[in-house]
Nanobody, 124 residues
Framework: QVQLVESGGGLVQAGDSLRLSCVAS????????MGWFRQAPGKERELVAG????????YYAESVKGRFTISRDNTKSTVYLQMNSLKPGDTAVYYC?????????????????WGQGTQVTVSS
């Protein structure tokens, strides 16, 4: 079955950087769109960044454009989220997610598999 394991979260100060990693197993990684979601206390889960199976035209939420970069390494079955210029508003649990089906377009409602999450806390 699909397994997603995130790492890289932590407590940082505003302006710092973090890189999240997510190792996927159970399916042929290179065939699937991947995404990073986050959920802050009292808020709904939101798609922060997504990358297609082909690696082209990544998606970013407006709130993170210019600060976050999503990438993937198919040889390592790993997707990354580089987060720069972090703000207190970025504090949340970050989840890696994998698309239900291979290939296809990048859409928030198609993600069906989730990791356990990693906490990111940004202090002011």
């Amino acid at each position: 079955q699909v397994q997603l394991v995130e790492s890289g979260g932590g407590l940082v100060q505003a302006g710092d950087s973090l890189r999240l990693s997510c190792v996927a197993s159970g399916r042929t990684f290179r065939l699937y769109n991947m995404g990073w979601f986050r959920q802050a206390p009292g808020k709904e889960r939101e798609l922060v960044a997504g990358i297609s199976w082909s690696g082209g035209s990544p998606y970013y939420a407006e709130s993170v454009k210019g600060r976050f970069t999503i990438s993937r390494d198919n040889t390592k079955s790993t997707v990354y989220l580089q987060m720069n210029s972090l703000k207190p508003g970025d504090t949340a649990v970050y989840y890696c997610a994998e698309d239900r089906n291979p290939y296809g377009s990048l859409r928030e409602d198609k993600f069906a598999y989730w990791g356990q999450g990693t906490q990111v806390t940004v202090s002011s």
